[in-house]
């Protein structure tokens, strides 16, 4: 069994940076994926980035060159660090795994676990 608990997110105003945080239980080697997602209100949930347990990463094309995933398989911890923040990106923010396998997806539904949610809001 695999927890994971968001942190981190907060109002910010446009240009901003912020940077969220997910604690998950358990080994390391039991979430070899894990990834970030968000869904804005009235829309769907949609992957923002994803990376593997040997620190590969993969990004939406929405935030490449913005955000920066990554994790601290020590202390089994994933973080999104997030630039240049824009209104569009106002959304709850989910941390995931998908349990046992490496998988660089950004496809939800192979995550298997996934955390509460946090909100980011960026205003203009």
């Known amino acids: 069994q695999v927890l994971l608990v968001e942190s981190g997110g907060a109002s910010v105003q446009a240009g901003g940076s912020l940077r969220l945080s997910c604690a998950a239980s358990?080994?390391?080697?039991?979430?070899?994926?894990m990834g970030w997602f968000r869904q804005a209100p009235g829309k769907e949930r949609e992957g923002v980035a994803a990376?593997?347990?040997?620190?590969?990463?993969t990004y939406a094309n929405s935030v490449k060159g913005r955000f920066i995933i990554s994790r601290d398989n020590a202390k089994n911890a994933l973080d999104l660090q997030m630039n240049s923040l824009r209104p569009e990106d106002t959304a709850v923010y989910y941390c995931?795994?998908?349990?046992?396998?490496?998988?660089?997806?950004?496809?939800?539904?192979?995550?298997?676990?996934w955390g509460q949610g946090t909100q980011v809001t960026v205003s203009a």
């Open positions: 995931a795994a998908i349990l046992y396998r490496a998988r660089l997806s950004l496809n939800q539904a192979e995550y298997s676990t």
């Open positions: 990376i593997i347990h040997n620190g590969a990463t």
């Open positions: 358990g080994p390391a080697y039991n979430s070899r994926t």
